[in-house]
């Protein structure tokens, strides 16, 4: 626990008024346990994910269908990502979910516009916000909502924030 404290506040946080030292390990205790429960949950619902996805033909889902689990799972792991940084073991789940996911998309002749780091291409992505700075070249730093693209023609462009 302290070495936790040492990496978030520097070598000596400087004590919070009114709060002892008892009340704050209790609140990060609390805030473990609440991460656990989050990170359990989200292995379920992968699971679910995963075990819907190999129940399922290609032939068996609309594109729209695939569309909207493949948003789904990409929001899914946005907000993970955002909440806690990832084990190994998380990314490459991760990983293998979206192999799946992109086989399944392929398989219906869809494709995924989610790369982050990449020159903008207005037929691709829709620019939703900016950060400034850079050497005035426009590029994706961050994916908001991936689009697609079937059968080589964009059918939801990706939205965007640029740089």
Not at 72 to 97: K, M, N, T, V
Request: charged residues 25%; proline residues 5%.
């Amino acid at each position: 626990m302290g070495n936790f404290l040492k990496r978030l506040f520097g070598a000596g946080p400087e004590p919070v008024a009114g709060v002892t030292p008892e009340e704050l390990k209790q609140e990060l205790t609390d805030l473990k346990k609440i991460m656990r429960k989050q990170t359990m949950a989200m292995e379920m619902h992968k699971e679910e994910i995963l075990d819907r996805m190999s129940t399922l033909a290609p032939k068996d889902l609309s594109q729209e269908a695939l569309q909207e689990m493949a948003d789904s799972f990409f929001h899914l792991e946005a907000a993970i990502r955002e909440s806690c940084q990832l084990s190994d073991g998380l990314r490459h789940s991760f990983a293998i979910s979206w192999q799946k996911i992109e086989q399944l998309l392929k398989g219906c002749g869809i494709q995924q516009v989610r790369e982050a780091g990449v020159p903008f291409d207005p037929r691709l992505h829709e620019a939703v916000s900016t950060i400034n700075g850079g050497d005035g070249t426009l590029q994706v730093l961050r994916i908001l909502q991936p689009g697609y693209l079937s059968r080589g023609k964009v059918v939801r462009p990706a939205k965007v924030a640029l740089g």
